[in-house]
């Protein structure tokens, strides 16, 4: 298990410290986990090792919640982690597929209907 390499035996004994318990955090996360790839997860490990030496303190102890808010770009953390800096911007996704023209037209609808709120 990748967090008994980050934060070690002790930390991980401390947070879960029987087996009953470490069965209960899996049956919690669990089916959030598994909808990610090895991949994901090994990038995001690789993700928590850089928040620890920039000195984050939400990642001093386990913490599956701040893992899995990394894998998902959530939540505020340093750097340009969960700004989703490193995509390409594309306007175009911001609105429906449609020409410009329309995405106009549907731009100046929607203004004139919050206009027509006052």
Known sequence: MRLFNVYGATKMQT??????SLTLARREFGRQIAKYSRDEINDTFDLVHKERRSSNSRFEWPDID???????NEG?????AGSLAHKIYKPENLLEYGTKAERREKGKAACADILAMF
């Open 76 to 80: 505020v953390f340093t750097g340009s």
């Open 66 to 72: 701040a893992i899995i808010g990394l894998l998902t």
């Open 15 to 20: 947070r879960w410290p029987d087996e009953e």
